[in-house]
């Protein structure tokens, strides 16, 4: 059974979710999704790679935890000027890596804003960027 994630806190912006199985096969559609949306806001080219790739760590990351026959759901939010990719994945109780890991100091580094959470038997981690480097 697949758990809602929280509504956005925005009520002004686009939202697309998309749920596949929790395997490493099936991320290249979530990266496409990824830039996609990004050049939808009009991302630079390199904030574009950047966000594909966090998008791409953070679901390692929670596929390394998920149980199996799990399914990965993505969600992004897009704003005017930013995007925000909520990643989730059903917890099996594990934790994820600390914010002081060199994974999670990639994620911050190509995302800016990142946070995570295990709760309501899911762990879900979100990066937000803002368009025009501010991140």
């Known amino acids: ?48 790679e950047d966000l594909r790739i966090a998008v791409d760590e953070a679901c390692a990351m929670l596929l390394a935890t998920a149980p199996a026959d799990a399914e990965l759901t993505c969600r992004f939010e897009v704003a005017e000027q930013t995007l925000t990719v909520a990643v989730s994945v059903p917890s099996n109780g594990q934790r994820l890596p600390g914010t002081e890991t060199f994974a999670w100091m990639v994620l911050a580094a190509l995302a800016g804003s990142v ?21």
């Open 1 to 48: 059974m697949t758990q809602a994630l929280p509504e956005p806190d925005v009520d002004d912006e686009d939202l697309v979710v998309l749920t596949v199985p929790a395997d490493g096969a099936y991320l290249s559609v979530l990266r496409t999704a990824t830039a996609g949306l990004a050049a939808r806001l009009h991302f630079t080219l390199d904030e574009i």
């Open 115 to 135: 946070r995570s959470d295990v709760s309501g038997g899911r762990a879900t981690i979100w990066l937000t960027m803002k368009r025009d480097g501010s991140r």
